[in-house]
């Protein structure tokens, strides 16, 4: 049996289509939100008068990547069957627990 699974990515702001995830940190706090292109804009425009004048912390070898996590290292499809599975269309943060249950599930 063939499945199409579509995860729609909505706007965190006015629950319009989203078209990325833009993250960002303030005050040693992390975060994520998915915008609309007209969202992004607005929040790079806002953002960026303090950029500007803000100073780097520490230097290009500071930014480290991004922890690997077990989700990440799924492909595109298999990532939209595991949303489907976890019913998680929106779901920003994956742990390794929640898929290795679903490896043990046979990955449906």
């Known amino acids: 049996m063939a499945k199409t699974v579509i995860v729609k990515l909505i706007d965190d702001i006015d ?4 078209d990325e995830t833009i993250s960002f940190a303030l005050e040693g706090r992390s975060y994520e939100i998915d915008v609309s292109a007209e969202n992004a804009a607005r929040l790079r425009d806002a953002l960026e008068p303090f950029i500007a004048k803000a100073r780097h912390r520490g230097g290009p070898a500071a930014r480290s990547a991004p922890a690997e996590t077990m989700y990440s290292k799924l492909r595109d499809d298999e990532k939209a069957r595991f949303r489907a599975w976890a019913d998680m269309a929106t779901a920003r ?6 898929v290795k249950s679903w490896i043990a599930a046979g990955k449906p």
Do not use: M, N
């Open 15 to 18: 629950g319009g289509e989203a």
């Open 93 to 98: 943060r994956i742990s390794d627990a929640r």
